[in-house]
């Protein structure tokens, strides 16, 4: 089992943002999903945790090792999918990772031949290696993104944002993809799109304002909110109405009609109807709370 440990970890940038305030995690095995709105910390999180800035403050150990005193046993044991991937250049796909491989520092060839065919069917991709990425689909950049990242047999993968811009065919292939690898690793996912926590992850953590406001197993989070979440159909005209005089946490079109949720511990008033919480329900609950976890 590997074990990332995150202690008291903050980041302010020279600007005076503070990025990243006072985190503290542990993470295993399996995939755990990072949720946070636009700007909340959590690339400047997977930045600090891939050793390509280092914090302010805090420490960092992965399988009892101190990261930030030793980054050259992280960056071998990593596979990281940044947020942008920078200008493919025009060679093959297969070219491509070849050498990405030389790069990570696996030199024989016969290995390097076995590695690279061998990620390039698991991402399926084969019949495309001949190809130019810079051809590539965005679906199929993404996996590509991911066979450079399982280069030389990581523990840890990080993946930022993997799925903004797929269509739904792309972005469950691309989900199957992760679930498939994230049985003997750390798979950190780090998105803003709450279905992909929700359909991939065991464990979850949800970032705001460089402050991590909850963690925990996704279905527990749910179970807590029972008996808070109330839904009912509106005109839209009453919503500021609505707002003022509930806890709205969500509004949502459903065929046209306005339909909205509400926090509350008891039935906000007639018409409303107790519905069972989903996680969009604890992430909009979560963000409207902002009640950082203490340690
Ligand atoms: N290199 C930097 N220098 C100064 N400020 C930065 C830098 N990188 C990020 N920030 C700021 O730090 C805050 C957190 O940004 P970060 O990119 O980590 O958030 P995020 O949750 O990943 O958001 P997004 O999904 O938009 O990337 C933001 O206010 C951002 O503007």
């Known amino acids: 089992m590997n074990e990332l440990k995150i202690t008291n970890l903050s980041k302010t940038y020279p600007n005076g943002v503070k990025a990243l305030d006072d985190i503290s995690l542990t993470i295993t095995n399996g995939m755990f999903g990072l949720l946070g709105p636009n700007g909340a910390g959590k690339s ?7 050793t390509l800035q280092e914090p302010s403050k805090g420490s960092l150990s992965f399988n009892g090792t101190d990261i930030l005193k030793e980054p050259q046993i992280i960056r071998a044991q990593l596979g990281y999918l940044p947020q942008e991937f920078g200008v493919y250049p025009k060679i093959s796909a297969y070219k491509l990772l070849d050498h990405i491989a030389i790069l990570k520092g696996i030199l024989n060839n016969k290995d390097r ?11 399926n991709l084969y019949a495309q290696r001949k190809k130019s990425v810079s051809n590539f689909s965005g679906g199929m950049r993404q996996r590509f993104g991911i066979a450079q990242a399982l280069l030389g047999d990581p523990k840890l993968v990080i993946v930022d944002e993997p799925t903004a811009g797929l269509d739904p065919e792309e972005r469950n292939r691309f989900h199957n993809l992760l679930s498939d690898i994230a049985t003997n690793m750390i798979v950190i996912l780090s998105t803003h799109i709450v279905e992909d926590v929700r359909d991939l992850c065991t464990h979850m953590a949800i970032m705001g304002d460089g402050q991590l406001l909850t963690q925990g197993i996704p279905s527990q989070l749910m179970d807590e909110l029972k008996g808070n979440i109330w839904h009912r159909t509106i005109n839209k005209k009453d919503l500021p109405a609505f707002q003022k005089a509930f806890k709205v946490i969500a509004t949502r079109l459903f065929s046209g009609k306005t339909q909205i949720r509400v926090l509350s511990d008891h039935c906000p008033e007639r018409g409303f109807e107790m519905v069972d919480p989903d996680l969009e329900d604890v992430y909009f609950t979560t963000l409207i709370n902002r009640q950082p976890v203490t340690h």
Do not use: C, F, Y
């Open 113 to 123: 031949k076995e590695q690279v065919e061998a990620l390039l069917i698991q991402t």
């Open 44 to 50: 400047s999180l997977m930045r600090t945790i891939a």
